[in-house]
């Protein structure tokens, strides 16, 4: 399967991130390697916004398969954003 240059080949605003009004929570899932490429996707927007990434049970799709742990990590962390 071919990858998605669209998506490879792109590079995020990051004055746009520092300047927008929304609080942006980087996250990925605690079975994500860092190193591949939805972990970075994950990890690419902490710096910008100054916070570290948080972690989420399961990997990518954690909300599928760990549904309970998922939303009791999600609640905590949008009560403390």
């Given at each position: 399967?071919?990858?998605?240059?669209?998506?490879?080949?792109?590079?995020?605003?990051?004055?746009?991130?520092?300047?927008?009004?929304?609080?942006?929570?980087?996250?990925?899932?605690?079975?994500?390697?860092?190193?591949?490429?939805?972990?970075?996707?994950?990890?690419?927007?902490?710096?910008?916004?100054?916070?570290?990434?948080?972690?989420?049970?399961?990997?990518?799709?954690?909300n599928s398969t760990h549904p309970r742990a998922y939303a009791a990590?999600?609640?905590?962390?949008?009560?403390?954003?």
């Open positions: 399967m071919d990858r998605c240059t669209a998506v490879i080949d792109a590079e995020l605003d990051q004055e746009a991130l520092r300047a927008t009004p929304v609080h942006i929570v980087p996250a990925s899932g605690s079975a994500t390697a860092p190193s591949g490429f939805v972990g970075q996707c994950a990890q690419s927007p902490a710096e910008p916004v100054g916070r570290e990434a948080v972690t989420f049970p399961g990997g990518h799709n954690g990590r999600l609640r905590d962390v949008l009560t403390k954003a």
